[in-house]
């Protein structure tokens, strides 16, 4: 097992000049240039699973010896450490994912609503710092940062009192409690993998720019410049979206105003939220096939060896984002774990998923029909294009007699990635009675029809 200690420590660019340039060669190459040395510190903190590295914009770093999550200006945090992170005191601080993932959501409270996951070599926390003088509207107390991915889902069943009494007995949890629905599903992973019977040392890792970087960077210093250029034209890309997305929900509403749709406010935030989805701007569901977003491998072993899932695959859904030019990967969407941005409440107190899928499916085909048609004079846009290169469908474990809606049992067979895992498996199928995929949506390209599984 891997020793965490320290978990933070202070580092100089040299330290992480070969970590980085394995994940970014062209933003080593800028800092290469100006070849920053013992008065630009780095800060590297190691997170364990589950750490909440911000809750409700308040930021926490991890003691060295201990890791227990303490503010900034904690006297537990060396002085050197307090000292260059001092501009953080209402906000979080900018650097680098070096190792793994972490996840960023909307609230205090667990839902599925995220932003993104970000990956190793990431950069992250540009927006704010890079803001203009005239202040920002950037809303830093609405946000969570879990090290890891929160919005982990194990796709069978994993409430049985019975087979659950086995973890509690086996791990030395005696109050772990049964999971109701999927949303406990990351607080039940959490305690299993920071029990000590399990020995997890997953972790995170990420570098943190002291002061002296961010001053340098919003300078005039002709030596900074193209790392300025580049980290300005960083975050102005990623905005793409939110400097275009007011002309997005007009386009949407003349959508279902020239199509005569009044849906349930709900659909309309729903089918709006899909085809958001295909931007690659916010993330659906992917099957985990590798340890990035947490320790899928332990999770798995743990529910296959201790709590003894006889029949299924331990097929764990993890946060992805649709990415047609990079992977041929499908993306899901489950109704079962909504994560709109925009939540009207239902207009019927009794919910039927079946009848929402299929009322779903008939809005998305009008509007998706309005776009591709030409009338919303969205030509030459990326919008386009993806409407013409992109499928939605549509799954439920009960048999849908209109034929409107597929049997879930189907998703298997085209996606061989729901059936995979890190842990061996024998004579087990894919869960598809299961919550997520009870009433889902997959988004794919055209060209996914054939995926066989995962890319090398």
């Not at 945090?77 to 972490?102: C, Q, Y």
């Not at 024998?426 to 890319?455: L, M």
Request: with cysteine; glycine share 4%.
């Amino acid at each position: 097992m891997e020793s965490l200690k320290p978990y933070l420590q202070t580092v100089y660019w040299k330290d992480i000049r070969e970590r980085m340039r394995e994940l970014n060669p062209e933003f080593t190459a800028l800092v290469d240039d100006i070849d920053p040395g013992k008065e630009f510190p780095l800060y590297l903190a190691k997170y364990r699973y589950g750490d909440v590295i911000v809750r409700e914009g308040d930021f926490y770093l991890p003691t060295p010896d201990e890791g227990k999550l303490v503010r900034p200006d904690d006297a537990s945090i060396p002085a050197e450490v307090r000292n260059g992170l001092a501009f953080t005191k209402l906000m979080f601080a900018p650097g680098i994912v070096l190792t793994n993932s972490m996840q960023l959501n909307l609230g205090s409270n667990f839902n599925f609503t995220s932003w993104f996951l970000n990956n190793s070599g990431a950069i992250f926390a540009l927006w704010k710092r890079l803001g203009g003088a005239g202040g920002t509207f950037h809303p830093s107390k609405l946000f969570t940062i879990t090290a890891g991915a929160r919005s982990l889902i194990m796709t069978p069943n994993i409430g049985d009192f019975k087979f659950h009494k086995n973890l509690r007995l086996n791990y030395k949890l005696s109050n772990l409690p049964i999971p109701k629905d999927v949303f406990d599903h990351w607080p039940l992973f959490v305690s299993l993998a920071r029990s000590q019977i399990a020995k997890c040392d997953w972790h995170t890792q990420l570098v943190f720019f002291s002061e002296n970087w961010i001053k340098k960077i919003n300078s005039k210093d002709l030596e900074w410049l193209k790392l300025s250029h580049y980290l300005l034209c960083l975050a102005w890309n990623h905005s793409d979206f939110w400097r275009n997305k007011a002309l997005f929900d007009y386009a949407f509403s003349h959508a279902k105003m020239n199509r005569n749709l009044r849906p349930n406010p709900y659909i309309a935030d729903t089918a709006k939220h899909l085809i958001t989805l295909t931007f690659g701007v916010f993330p659906g569901f992917t099957p985990a096939i590798d340890n990035t977003a947490g320790p899928i491998e332990l999770l798995q072993k743990i529910y296959l060896e201790d709590y003894r899932l006889t029949k299924y695959v331990p097929t764990i859904m993890q946060p992805g984002c649709f990415s047609p030019e990079k992977s041929r990967k499908p993306i899901y969407y489950s109704l079962n774990c909504p994560s709109t941005f925009e939540f009207s409440p239902k207009s019927r107190k009794f919910v039927n998923n079946l009848y929402d899928l299929r009322e779903l499916k008939h809005v998305m085909e009008k509007v998706v029909d309005e776009i591709k048609c030409g009338r919303l004079r969205l030509d030459n846009t990326p919008i386009m294009d993806l409407m013409h290169n992109v499928n939605f469908d549509y799954f439920h474990n009960k048999n849908d007699k209109y034929g409107e809606v597929r049997p879930a049992e189907e998703i298997a067979s085209e996606d061989p990635d729901l059936i995979k895992s890190l842990v061996t498996t024998k004579n087990k199928t894919f869960a598809s009675n299961g919550a997520f995929f009870r009433s889902c949506i997959r988004v794919s390209t055209k060209s996914q029809d054939n995926y066989s599984g995962a890319e090398k």
